[in-house]
């Protein structure tokens, strides 16, 4: 497709009358014309595949420039997420959002030892009690024996 | 002393407390985390967690590490 021209009337001059700015000798005249017409057309195919590259060149443009946008736009958000990071280590905030994990882990960490030696402890008066259980119980059987052989 | 240096420095004596069980280091950060609770700009959940901490510590009842319990 061709672009639209400023000035429309060379065009309508050249339809409406193409000799009209032309003053050739006679004899050499249609020779030159078709010449001419040759060029023109030459010209008109040199347009148009300049007129394509240019398009091709402008959409691999526009999209390189979609493309930098759009890497521009992560690097501004990383940036503002690395400054907040910054301004939380400048205002001391980091440290204190440490310490205060630290000691809310060192309440876990007590708690969690103290449920662990009272489930040792358990597990030792389980033992214990099962050793008793074992020991009752051979006494019972034995003396379950000495009365079924007094009978 | 601001608001983050007792912090770290209750963060420092506690860690060395934690790696040595040094009394001292306990006593000391129990101390740091007192200050830390008497500060006003302190929510109530965090100042509480400070005062348990600081008790635990003043008393030695800090124990060792769950798993090597």
């Known amino acids: 497709m061709l672009a639209p021209l400023k000035d429309r009337d060379i ?34 195919h040199a ?10 060149s402008a959409t691999s443009a526009t999209r390189r420039i979609v493309s930098q946008i759009n890497e521009i736009n992560r690097l501004k958000a990383q940036n503002q997420n690395l400054q907040q990071k910054l301004a939380d280590y400048q205002s001391g905030q980091a440290i204190i959002e440490l310490g205060r994990r630290l000691v809310e882990l060192s309440e876990s960490n007590h708690l969690l030892s103290q449920s662990v030696q009272r489930v040792w402890f358990l597990e030792k008066t389980l033992q214990a009690a099962h050793s008793e259980f074992a020991s009752l119980a051979a006494e019972r059987d034995a003396l379950l024996q000495q009365v079924q052989a007094r009978s | 002393m601001g608001n983050s240096e007792l912090w770290a420095g209750a963060l420092s004596l506690l860690l060395i407390h934690h790696e040595t069980g040094c009394p001292h280091s306990a006593l000391n950060a129990a ?23 600081s008790t635990r510590l003043s008393n030695g009842k800090e124990l060792s590490h769950a798993c090597a319990a």
């Open chain 1, 47 to 56: 347009l148009r595949e300049s007129r394509r590259v240019q398009r091709k």
């Open chain 1, 11 to 44: 065009l309508e001059r050249d339809l409406a009358d193409p000799q009209s700015d032309l003053s050739l000798p006679a004899p050499s005249g249609q020779r030159q014309l078709d010449r001419m017409v040759a060029e023109v057309a030459a010209l008109r």
């Open chain 2, 31 to 53: 101390r740091l985390l007192d200050r830390i609770g008497e500060m006003e700009n302190l929510d109530d959940a965090t100042r509480c967690l400070c005062e348990r901490a």
